[in-house]
């Protein structure tokens, strides 16, 4: 028992020691560059690409990355077949709270339909880190 316990402590610290020295972004054209770039692994089917390169800037473990990219080269076989061949990607906006937060939202087109992803920044100190990447079918929430 008390090993069990030593190996869970070890693997908290770790995965603590990733959330806590996570990298950040100094300025917000960076932010905007890896959107852009995240954006073109992800319309190029380069999941795994993609959210690499989202990992030094995500205060989350890395397992729970490679996790979602599982999740989502799972599910895309249904994408490609409900919502067709894909045409592109567009940048919709920029969204603020505050000085804290900011949030780009790009349309991922497809002949069919769209989904949209948001990425969201926060900075608590210095920097901006990677809060969150979602994508959603439901469009509404775009419309003003």
């Not at 869970?8 to 959330?19: C, G, N, P, R």
């Amino acid at each position: 028992m008390h090993k069990k316990i030593r190996k869970f402590s070890t693997l908290l610290l770790l995965l603590s020691s990733v959330i806590i020295f996570a990298d950040g972004f100094k300025e917000e054209a960076q932010m905007r560059s890896f959107a852009d770039t995240f954006m073109d692994n992800i319309i190029n089917k380069e999941f795994k690409k993609g959210f690499d390169s989202a990992k030094p800037y995500w205060p989350l473990p890395t397992v729970e990355i490679d996790s979602l990219v599982n999740q989502i080269k799972q599910q895309w076989p249904m994408i490609d077949q409900r919502f067709g061949k894909v045409v592109g990607k567009e940048f919709i906006k920029e969204e603020r709270i505050g000085k804290s937060f900011i949030r780009y939202i790009y349309l991922h087109k497809f002949t069919n339909h769209a989904l949209y992803w948001r990425i969201n920044f926060y900075k608590p100190n210095d920097e901006w880190k990677i809060n969150s990447i979602i994508y959603l079918d439901s469009l509404d929430a775009l419309y003003e």
